[in-house]
């Protein structure tokens, strides 16, 4: 999986500096990992900021490389918390893409944290409370104990309870909190 981490986070980079994307930062259990309780992990979950106009060309353009030639663009329900997921094929494993679609994710990429996950790869690694906040909005039971771990760790808590409360998830957040007393 390091190749292909190197490779998309290359990618990425490169879509940057084309001005497909705005910024990404790495989420999900890789994102754990780097932080906090290393978890095993079969894909690799890069939330990234861009227009909404510019998917259908960034994934064009994914498509025109030989190693993502079978990427797809997937359209989330309107309700649902990820609108737009661009599943990207790398090697024996796959990247999932998730199009930034509310201030809170914008945010996550913003002030993430520049962390090396692998040798000489340094990118934003979303920080550990908009971590819990992202896990929290997925809510399943897997990122309630992945929140318990962040939570344990968690130097300042304030910013979370601050962002769990304005986005009225204060009961998802307290679950966390009685998990997090048992891990």
């Not at 998309?8 to 994307?21: Q, T, Y």
């Not at 997921?85 to 994710?105: K, R």
């Not at 009685?178 to 891990?183: E, G, P, Q, S, T």
């Amino acid at each position: 999986m390091e190749r292909e981490f190197k490779d998309i986070v290359k990618a990425l980079k490169e879509a940057k500096r084309l001005r497909f994307i705005h910024d990404f930062a790495l989420t999900g259990a890789l994102a754990l990992s780097a932080l906090s309780q290393p978890r095993a992990t079969r894909d690799i979950d890069i939330l990234v900021s861009m227009q909404k106009e510019k998917i259908k060309g960034f994934v064009t353009w994914l498509k025109y490389s030989r190693e993502y030639r079978l990427t797809k663009h997937h359209i989330g329900r309107r309700k649902g918390r990820i609108k737009d997921l661009i599943e990207v094929p790398a090697g024996n494993t796959w990247a999932d893409l998730i199009v930034a679609s509310s201030d809170v994710e914008n945010e996550a990429i913003a002030t993430g944290l520049p962390v090396s996950v692998f040798a000489r790869t340094k990118l934003k690694v979303i920080r550990p409370e908009y971590l819990i906040i992202l896990k929290l909005i997925a809510g399943s039971e897997q990122d309630y104990i992945d929140c318990a771990h962040l939570w344990n760790e968690l130097k300042d808590k304030r910013l979370v309870r601050t962002m769990a409360k304005e986005l009225y998830m204060e009961r998802r957040l307290k679950k966390a909190k009685n998990i997090a007393k048992r891990v």
